[in-house]
């Protein structure tokens, strides 16, 4: 039998950072590694242990429920939309998400068109008038529409 895990908000970060840096190119440079942790370990207010066990259980959790790129970016765009839910999750907290998004996406170099466009999706689902792609609105907006939305939740 299957032990529940509740899923967090902070699961959820870490899902999105990761699926974010890996997604747009096939490619996590250590770099973006590096990034995302230091990143997590301030979400989580600066504790190692808490930082280490979120990422291995999102990881743990991806492995075994995510099939395809299809189903990651789905539940990716899922996640974000549960974050913007949270009563907890103040517009702070939504402007620093996505201002991780565009350090995550400069930390190997390379700020690619697709990580451009996907930062301009996910600040349009958190309600962020926070723009760096050249696609139109309502070229994001469609693209958001598209997506097809995962059920998300952690189990082991």
């Keep these: ?7 967090t908000s902070l699961h959820c970060i870490f899902y999105i950072y990761h699926t ?3 997604r747009s190119d096939n490619k996590l440079t250590l770099e973006e590694k590096k990034t ?4 997590m370990y301030r979400w989580v207010g600066k ?4 930082t280490t066990k979120i990422i291995n259980e999102t990881i743990h959790w991806s492995k075994v429920h995510i099939q395809t790129p299809t189903d990651q970016i789905g539940a990716m765009i899922s996640m974000v939309e549960f974050l913007k839910k949270q009563t907890d999750f103040s ?9 991780d998004i565009r350090n995550i996406a400069r930390s190997d170099g390379q700020f690619l068109d ?12 958190l309600e962020l008038e926070i723009r760096i792609s050249k696609a139109s ?20």
Excluded at 36 to 39: C, E, G, M, R, T
Excluded at 47 to 50: F, H, M
Excluded at 91 to 99: K, P, T
């Design 36 to 39: 995302i942790a230091s990143f």
């Design 137 to 156: 609105h309502d070229d994001i907006d469609g693209a958001v529409k598209k997506v097809e939305r995962r059920k998300i939740g952690f189990r082991r």
């Design 114 to 125: 697709q990580q451009k466009k996907w930062h301009d999706m996910l600040a349009n689902i």
């Design 47 to 50: 504790d190692q242990e808490k």
């Design 1 to 7: 039998m299957s032990e529940t895990l509740n899923l």
């Design 20 to 22: 974010f840096a890996f």
């Design 91 to 99: 517009i702070d907290r939504r402007e620093y998400l996505l201002m």
